[in-house]
């Protein structure tokens, strides 16, 4: 390695920004399994009936070659049904679907506006992408309609794309939807929600905060199968021939390997426990409501509403203190710091997941209010 690696990572260390790999240990409050679905029993048995039925644990190549299985068609018609779209397209992760779908489909002429606080692999599908591209103010329509609207008058005549999460996953807060929804219309847009942490969560039967846009020309969802859904890969839920146009352009698609066919068979089990099993969904928004409660009787933090709730600090170094004194306690739970959130904003993301109780969020916030005094002071 080299001497500016070697100062690279002492710079990160003093800012308190030096990152490491950690196994999990103590109570669940940082992951994404909303549900509980990635450690359920059901799960498990729908691998293990998979495995029995022959289904590989390889692709063996990407699915323009050998990799197509029957396994990935299966569920790609039964996304597409679950959620109400004209089709679906499965990837190997939410990274790759995001960075496929933008600098794949907005064309060179067209405009992306997006959201300032978007996630990283929308970023990085805009920076591949020959489209124009500029950013609009968190949850701001105007922002977003004023942006198209000086694009426009430099005399560009291309097609506007919006990106936006419907559950931004550092605030935990959602977007107004019908209202960007309603400006793109005005401005013939084409708006692409990124549904990540709301897929399983929110909606009809789990169908996301944008449900009722599914299915639409001007809309493209994208659902991650590895949070709620508890496994992993991406679905791109969209038109037909915007379909077909990513199968021979995306070179993220052409290219990779595809997704384990025994992943596809897990993930449409994943979907069809959203169907039968409404009541993980209730008892999670219970817990949601019980941990705002818990919050607003006993700490500063104002309750996100949503499933991701930030503790923000400000300071990196602080953030870490804070993680390290409820890590002491016994609680698994992470700094979030910059670039991942904007600086000054360095946080605690807690999440409520079905692996958690009552009980345990309840003490959670009491340790929280004890260690956030301590590392205050």
């Known amino acids: 390695m080299s001497d500016s690696h070697e ?32 450690q359920s029993a059901k799960m498990g048995e729908a691998v293990k009936q998979a495995l029995a039925r022959g289904v590989p644990v390889g692709a063996g190549g990407s699915r323009l070659l050998r990799g197509n299985h029957a396994e ?26 995001n960075t ?8 060179r002429g067209d405009l992306i506006v997006y959201d300032e606080l978007i ?35 430099a005399g560009h005549s291309g097609r506007p794309w919006i990106v936006i999460e419907s559950l931004y ?18 401005h013939d847009a084409i708006l692409i929600v990124d549904e990540a942490h709301a897929t399983g969560v929110f909606g009809p039967d789990g169908r996301g905060l944008a449900a009722h846009l599914e299915g639409r020309a001007d809309v493209i969802s994208v659902h991650t199968c590895g949070k709620a859904l508890g496994v992993m890969g991406a679905l791109v839920l969209a038109p037909r021939r915007m379909r077909d146009f990513l199968i021979n352009r995306a070179r993220s698609f052409i290219y990779a390997t595809a997704p384990s066919p025994l992943v596809a068979a897990a993930v449409r089990a994943s979907l069809q426990l959203c ?27 104002r309750p996100s509403g949503s499933q991701i709730q930030p503790i923000v600090v400000g300071s990196d170094v602080r953030a870490v203190a804070l993680a390290s004194a409820l890590q002491a306690r016994g609680y698994d739970i992470r700094a979030i ?26 003490a959670l916030v009491r340790d929280l209010a004890c260690a956030d005094a301590e590392t205050a002071a």
Request: net charge negative; proline share 4%; no cysteine.
């Open 7 to 38: 100062r690279a990572l002492e710079a990160l260390a003093r800012r308190g920004r030096l990152r490491s790999l950690a196994a999990p240990q103590g109570a669940d409050f940082t992951s994404n399994d909303y549900l509980g679905f990635a």
């Open 72 to 97: 990935h068609e299966a569920l790609e018609r039964e996304a597409a049904d679950f959620f109400g779209a004209e089709s679906a397209l499965f990837f190997g992760g939410g990274f790759i679907a």
């Open 100 to 107: 496929a779908l933008l600098a794949t489909l907005p064309a």
């Open 119 to 153: 996630h990283a692999s929308a970023h990085e599908g805009i920076r591949l992408s020959k489209a124009d591209a500029v950013s609009a103010r968190h949850n701001d329509a105007e922002s977003i309609a004023a942006a198209i609207d000086m694009w426009r008058a």
């Open 169 to 186: 996953s550092m605030d935990g807060d959602q977007a107004p939807i019908d209202a960007i929804f309603d400006m793109a219309q005005k």
């Open 275 to 301: 169907r039968d099993e409404p009541e993980r969904r209730d008892d999670l928004h219970r817990l949601i409501a019980f941990t705002g409660r818990e919050l607003s009787k006993h700490t500063q933090y």
């Open 337 to 362: 710091r910059p670039p991942t959130v904007p600086e000054g904003t360095a946080r605690l993301r807690l999440t409520i997941t079905l692996n958690a109780t009552e009980n345990m969020i309840s």
